[in-house]
Each structure stands twice: as C-alpha cells, then as structure tokens.
C-alpha cells in the first residue's frame, strides 16, 4: 500500500516567519512530487512541483526533495494570514508502466497569526 | 475555460436512494479523476480515467458505488444504495497527459450528506 504521511498539525506561525511543512512517503520508485493548497471549503490547487533531489523555488515557496530519504518538504517564507490553509503533499502514482494517480497525504492545517 | 464542472453542489438524501454526480472535465484534458475528501480518511482516489477508459477503480468502495465517461466531456459517479458512511465530499478532477500529469484541476465538489 503506497503511503503518503503529513504532520496534521495545525501549524501555527507568525507573520513574516518561515513555515515548514513536511512530507515522507512509501513508495521508493516515486519519480513526481506535488504540492497543493486547500482552503477550507473550497478545492485543492496546485501550488509546486518537484522532480528532481534538491531545491525549488517560486516566489516565496521552495518545494525540497531527498529521494534518498524519501522526504518531501515546503517552505514558505514571509507567512501571510493569506497562506493559512491546509497544505496537501501528492506523490504521482504509476499504473501498468504509464504516469498515473495521484496518491495524497491528509495534509498539515497551516495557521499564520497577524 | 470554465475549469471542472460538478452538479450538484450539494445533494442530502436519505439512506437507499440513488445518487449520481456528475463532472463535466476540462476540455483537452486527457485524464478525468474522481476523489472523496473526509476528515478522517483525507483525500482519497476513488478511480480515474484516461481517454475515457476506466484505469484503476481499486479506490471504488464497494459495488455501491459505479462511475462512467461516456465520452471526453462528460463522466457520472453512481452510488446506489448510498449509507450515511458515504457522506462526504466528492471531486472531480481532469488533467492533461504528458508533462501537465500530475496538475490536477479540481471541480467545486458535490457535498454530499446520507441521512
């Protein structure tokens, strides 16, 4: 049964603090690697992906990867009361050889305080 | 485009009826996913689809449960008889096939309450 765990949380940090959220996963063949963002009572949204061992930035987000570890992590730098939200961690899944689902974890509930 | 569209958006039913949701996908988008969202299991894949071919259903609870794509616009989820243990949130969400696998584009979701 391929995994994939998170920290429940909630997080809590303040405004203008780096947020960590982290990620391990199961499968050791896991090639694409995915974070995604949900409000609550709305859908999730894809914020980062991350293929490749070591760092990857976009604006204030940075999506680590160590295959060797098999751990996945997100800093958010600057934390906005805007980025409290549940952050899910998504490892792509392979069917029959062919890119297939995506497997979820149940998320870190992230809240910034002003 | 106006992204994934789920109907309804809320459904309450009572234990036995028949429910079907219904998801109308990202046009070009090869890869239609249906996902169950609750606080005790996450997010979970119930089955996904390419080019409208069933790929792995192995998330479908039980036989209660059935979902079609008829064709490349248009997919339904069926649960017949529905339990108050089905109720949860359920999405929709398609993808394109190549380099964009693995961005997935969620519907609103349909809320769905068994009593």
């Known amino acids: 049964q391929k995994e994939v765990e998170q920290n429940s949380g909630p997080l809590s940090v303040p405004e203008g603090a780096i947020a960590s959220l982290n990620c391990t996963y199961s499968d050791r063949g896991s090639q694409s690697f995915f974070w995604y963002r949900q409000y609550s009572g709305k859908s999730p949204e894809l914020i980062m992906f991350i293929y490749s061992n070591g760092d990857k930035e976009d604006g204030r987000f940075t999506a680590q990867l160590n295959k060797a570890s098999q751990y996945v992590s997100l800093l958010i730098r600057d934390s906005q009361p805007s980025d409290s939200a549940t952050y899910l961690c998504?490892?792509?899944?392979?069917?029959?050889?062919?890119?297939?689902?995506?497997?979820f974890g149940k998320g870190t509930k992230l809240s910034v305080k002003p | 485009d106006a992204g994934v569209i789920q109907s309804p958006r809320h459904e309450v039913t009572e234990m036995g009826q028949e429910v079907t949701l219904r998801c109308k996908p990202i046009s070009g988008h090869n890869s239609l996913f249906w996902y169950r969202q609750t606080m005790m299991r996450g997010l979970e894949l119930l089955i996904y689809f390419n080019n409208n071919v069933p790929i792995d259903d192995s998330g479908m609870p039980e036989d209660r449960f059935s979902a079609k794509m008829p064709n490349a616009s248009f997919s339904t989820l069926k649960i017949q008889p529905s339990e108050p243990r089905d109720s949860a949130v359920y999405f929709c969400a398609s993808s394109p096939q190549g380099r964009g696998a693995g961005e997935l584009f969620f519907g609103e979701g349909s809320r769905l309450t068994v009593l």
């Open positions: 998504a490892v792509m899944g392979y069917y029959g050889g062919s890119q297939g689902n995506l497997i």
